[in-house]
């Protein structure tokens, strides 16, 4: 009677500390090159809080928009809005859209160099024509806005002539190699040897408005709506105003 006293006290014990000891639930995510920043200082922080480990992994909305419809398993995706929309009407994506922040195209300069007017569309239009090669990448959000405003702004050709393109688009103005970059903010911001000369003119529609979905293949268990809540919490907000973008 003893013994067997003993043995359930042994199992109520071994019960009691086995969730210490349980593998942690882990998320898998998919991010926008304009959160990169924000995701890198954030995504520490949950996991030591939750005990959730994250596998992040970061690309242009586009290319994680073909992965997911090519069937890559995946927790969340953090998307352009529209696209997000479109996987949710493909059954993707559960629920509504979560909407995170608003990025905007901006411009930089190697530090220290002269800042150009960039206050109108003119004024933009003179500063890209007067650099002598001008940076940006083109397989993202940012280079389709930035691709958009020089047909809208007539110099596509001339500006083409001398593209520097490649991600982060601001390395090409800190080494030297361009005297213009375009690039989200949040990018530009993160390279060192890089100064912000500021947004595109709004005539020229530089806004971007990035959103969270919930994957249709997410792992059972509420790790991606607990993140996704941290993703709306004060905390993230500051950290997302901080890397260059506007929350909500």
């Known amino acids: 009677m003893k013994a067997r006293a003993t043995l359930l006290v042994l199992l109520a014990a071994l019960i009691a500390i086995a969730p210490a000891h349980a593998q942690p639930a882990s998320l898998k995510i998919l991010c926008t090159q304009a959160l990169r920043t924000s995701l890198l200082e954030l995504v520490p922080r949950f996991e ?8 992040l992994s970061i690309a242009p909305s586009g290319k994680l928009v073909e992965r ?23 059954g993707k994506v559960m629920g509504a859209r979560i909407d995170l922040a608003r990025a905007e195209v901006g411009l930089s300069v190697r530090a220290g160099a002269a800042k150009p007017d960039i206050s109108s569309g003119d004024a933009v239009k003179h500063a890209l024509l007067a650099a002598k090669a001008v940076a940006w990448s083109p397989n993202g959000l940012s280079g389709t806005i930035f691709e958009a405003a020089l047909d809208k702004l007539g110099i596509a050709a001339e500006v083409k002539a001398k593209a520097k393109l490649g991600a982060p688009a601001a390395a090409f103005v800190a080494r030297g190699e361009a005297d213009i970059a375009a690039q989200q903010i949040s990018e530009l911001i993160a390279v060192q040897g890089a100064d912000l000369v500021g947004p595109l003119p709004p005539e020229l529609g530089g806004t971007t408005q990035f959103s969270l979905g919930i994957l249709a293949t997410a792992a059972p268990g509420d790790a991606a709506q607990k993140f996704a809540a941290f993703l709306k919490s004060d905390e993230a907000a500051r950290v997302i105003r901080e890397k260059g973008l506007t929350p909500g």
């Open 48 to 55: 030591q809080s939750s005990g959730v480990k994250i596998e």
């Open 68 to 90: 997911v419809r090519g069937g890559e398993r995946a927790d969340l995706l953090i998307a352009n809005a529209p696209n997000i929309d479109s996987l949710i009407s493909d």
